[in-house]
């Protein structure tokens, strides 16, 4: 967990600064920045890996200048590959991998990496700038274009800070909860997950890249259980890659306990939700929607947080389970849709009769994940993804992991980094997202049963107490405290969106 921050302007290259400055939370080990008459970049440093290297925040030399946040869990292979065509190493850092896979792949980089980053290069001799995000968005990166003045920074609170911004109105906000591309500040964007971004400093201009498009593979049905505990297992012997102690957040359901097969954890961190926890929720509700950078809809912020707090007095690394529902078809949403799927198929002559009570499959499913009434807007984000598939689980699923997803990553991204602590996602391996959304659809839903695959590996590790759990998400028992009988989450988000605009009104103050 780092910080990133830069700035190109001809008036305002004097406040990296104070981007620095108000970032720290994430970084509290070291920093630096770079500055000459161009750009001014900034970065703070977690120190996870190699903890005695200087000279890492940022990484200069004459060509390039590197500002990064994440991790780079494969760098010792790639450091191997590299060595192997005759580069030279100064230190044990990741960082310095990743400066030298640049220097030597240039763009092609991206389908080296396994990691989560986002990271800014900047080109000295073509000056240009080059910002990038992984695949999944576990990392944050957020920046600000108008006229000649280009920001960027890890969290939009940077930008608050150092631009007199003005609040928009966002369609996807409202239809979402979340902020995913556009903001509620106006000329403030978060580049999208799988995406890079050139600026152009010459030119002032900027061209957006995706660099990772999801591609159906190959699937030996009679070998799923046994190619994915492989990809579990090196998934997680990467992500366990540290100088640091590490822990897990262990709830005790099917993801979390499926990862603890893997790794004997000396610390775990379980959240108790049958507790009453009113008053340390308002308590703390300003500094969670102060980290959130913009609110997001979920009752999950507020448990992550407390997690995180717990967390940070034993280690500096956590481990969570994001992603598994998405990727193996893990929400109870899915089952209306995907009962009505294998009805369908089952007995395709009663398509007439099974159509005067059920609806399109599209338009059902946006009746469930929208939070207001614009279904064109979500149409717009869903028709493309369900041209991918050719059925509706893998369907639904991509959609969760591309434009539900993110708020869950942002609340675990910025939760952690308040503590100064860093959130690692097994699940989110780029190999088994790959895997999970090539499975046939029968293979992760069926007969109600959800995330068949990994129910499947506890099985055969004879760990059978969480397949018998209810599935419920992270969170508290907000409902009680107004005696409502569903989860109030309009109250709720009304108030998470108060919080925040207080929070952000007197910021620059």
């Known amino acids: 967990?780092?910080?990133i921050s830069g700035i190109i302007s001809d008036t305002k290259k004097n406040l990296i600064n104070e981007m620095m400055s108000i970032q720290s939370h994430r970084a509290p080990?070291?920093?630096?920045?770079f500055e000459d008459k161009n750009i001014s970049l900034g970065m703070g440093r977690l120190k996870i890996i190699d903890l005695e290297s200087k000279n890492l925040c940022p990484m200069i030399n004459d060509d390039y200048v590197l500002t990064y946040n994440g991790e780079i869990y494969n760098y010792k292979e790639l450091k191997k590959e590299l060595i192997d065509l005759g580069v030279k190493f100064k230190t044990e850092s990741d960082t310095e991998v990743l400066f030298h896979s640049w220097k030597m792949w240039k763009t092609k980089i991206f389908q080296k990496l396994n990691g989560?980053?986002?990271?800014?290069?900047?080109d000295r001799k073509n000056m240009k700038l080059y910002l990038a995000r992984d695949i999944a968005g576990e990392k944050p990166l957020y920046y600000y274009h108008n006229n000649k003045d280009f920001f960027f920074s890890s969290e939009a609170k940077a930008l608050k800070k150092v631009l007199d911004l003005k609040k928009k109105e966002d369609d996807f906000f409202w239809s979402f909860q979340y902020c995913f591309e556009t903001t509620l500040w106006k000329n403030v964007f978060q580049l999208k997950p799988a995406h890079y971004l050139v600026y152009d400093l010459r030119k002032n201009s900027i061209n957006t890249v995706e660099y990772w498009k999801f591609k159906k593979r190959k699937i030996y049905t009679n070998e799923i259980s046994e190619e994915l505990d492989f990809l579990?297992?090196?998934?997680?012997?990467?992500?366990?890659r540290s100088d640091v102690k590490i822990g897990l957040y262990y709830s005790g359901g099917i993801d979390s306990t499926l990862l603890s097969t893997y790794h004997k954890f000396d610390y775990k961190f379980h959240f108790n939700d049958r507790l009453n926890y009113q008053n340390q929720f308002h308590s703390k509700l300003k500094k969670v929607v102060y980290h959130l950078d913009f609110p997001v809809g979920s009752l999950s912020s507020y448990p992550l947080y407390y997690l995180a707090s717990k967390a940070s007095k034993k280690v500096k690394v956590i481990i969570s389970g994001e992603g598994a529902d998405e990727i193996f078809g893990g929400y109870i949403r899915y089952l209306p849709i995907a009962n009505n799927y294998y009805q369908f198929s089952k007995y395709p002559s009663y398509k007439l009769m099974f159509q005067k009570v059920y609806g399109d499959y599209k338009k059902d499913y946006l009746k469930i994940v929208l939070k207001n009434n614009n279904y064109e807007l979500g149409l717009k984000y869903l028709d493309p993804i369900f041209e991918m598939f050719d059925d509706p689980i893998n369907a639904m699923g991509f959609f969760d992991f591309k434009y539900i997803m993110p708020s869950?990553?942002?609340m675990g991204d910025r939760m952690s980094s308040a503590f100064g602590i860093e959130n690692r996602c097994p699940y989110?391996?780029?190999r088994i997202i790959e895997f999970g959304f090539s499975l046939p659809p029968e293979y992760k839903i069926n007969n109600l049963q959800l995330k068949i695959p990994l129910r499947d590996l506890l099985r055969k590790k004879r760990i059978l107490k969480p397949l018998n759990m209810e599935k419920?998400?992270?969170?508290?028992?907000?409902k009680s405290w107004y005696n409502e009988k569903d989860l109030?989450?309009?109250k709720y988000f009304k108030i998470i969106f108060n919080k925040w605009k207080n929070a952000y009104l007197n910021l620059n103050d």
């Not at 989560?116 to 900047?122: C, E, H, K, L, R």
């Open 1 to 3: 967990m780092c910080s």
């Open 29 to 33: 080990d070291d920093s630096g920045k």
């Open 116 to 122: 989560m980053f986002a990271f800014a290069i900047y």
């Open 232 to 240: 579990i297992k090196d998934s997680m012997r990467l992500r366990l």
């Open 408 to 410: 869950l990553l942002q």
């Open 428 to 430: 989110l391996d780029k």
């Open 472 to 478: 419920k998400g992270l969170i508290f028992n907000f």
């Open 488 to 490: 109030f989450r309009e």
